[in-house]
T-cell receptor, first 115, second 114 residues
Framework: DTAVSQTPKYLVTQMGNDKSIKCEQN?????MYWYKQDSKKFLKIMFS???????INETVPNRFSPKSPDKAHLNLHINSLELGDSAVYFC??????????????FGPGTRLTVL | AQSVTQPDIHITVSEGASLELRCNYS??????LFWYVQSPGQGLQLLLK??????LVQGIKGFEAEFKRSQSSFNLRKPSVHWSDAAEYFC????????????FGAGTILRVKS
């Protein structure tokens, strides 16, 4: 069973389009995250949600809008895609927010290419 | 704010040789430290973590790491590398007051030659 899954795995699209990436975790965790890994493999957090509530928003352009319909899902919607949005996006989850010793479990990533 | 430095972008070792990947962190209080591994085209897998207690931490796949507060380091080691260890390794620091976010280093690519 996949613990943290993301769809799609690859996404190729044109500049200006709107796209969504979906993430689901079946671990029963309370907290979910989105990370962006750029072309230099540098990983940086974008958002975190705890029980559907936004906790972290790391100065990400407001073209990026996370949506958490329930605590098992955290989707990422991106409007007006730009070339610089090309990256690998990772979803992650952890049991609780209250302690940062909890392991974060990562999904397989979504490689977004904007042409 | 926390920061993590992995000084080595690439490291090449021979199969069977020992390995040490360096990680230095910057954080005011006691950090929570993690090592993750990313195989090509895959997500990140946790190797080990430190948050308190014994400063020598054992992880999966025969890896260990030692927390040295005086050097602000959390280096990853393995006594004998296998070809399947070729991957990219990320050190990360977490802190509760930052909403449990992980701050990652830039990663070290490990190549294993036979």
């Amino acid at each position: 069973d996949t613990a943290v899954s993301q769809t799609p795995k690859y996404l190729v699209t044109q500049m200006g389009n709107d796209k969504s990436i979906k993430c689901e975790q079946n671990l029963g965790h309370d907290t979910m995250y989105w990370y962006k890994q750029d072309s230099k493999k540098f990983l940086k957090i974008m958002f975190s949600y705890n029980n559907k509530e936004l906790i972290i928003n790391e100065t990400v352009p407001n073209r990026f809008s996370p949506k958490s319909p329930d605590k098992a899902h955290l989707n990422l919607h991106i409007n007006s895609l730009e070339l610089g949005d090309s990256a690998v996006y990772f979803c992650a989850s952890s049991l609780r927010l209250a302690t940062s010793t909890d392991t974060q479990y990562f999904g397989p990533g979504t490689r977004l290419t904007v042409l | 704010a926390q920061s993590v430095t992995q000084p080595d972008i690439h490291i090449t070792v021979s199969e069977g040789a020992s390995l040490e990947l360096r990680c230095n962190y910057s954080y005011g209080a006691t950090p929570y430290l993690f090592w993750y591994v990313q195989s090509p085209g895959q997500g990140l897998q946790l190797l080990l973590k430190y948050f308190s207690g014994d400063t020598l931490v054992q992880g999966i796949k025969g890896f260990e790491a030692e927390f040295k507060r005086s050097q602000s380091s959390f280096n990853l080691r393995k006594p004998s590398v296998h070809w399947s260890d070729a991957a990219e390794y990320f050190c990360a620091v977490g802190a509760m007051e930052y909403g449990n976010k992980l701050v990652f280093g830039a990663g070290t690519i490990l190549r294993v030659k036979s």
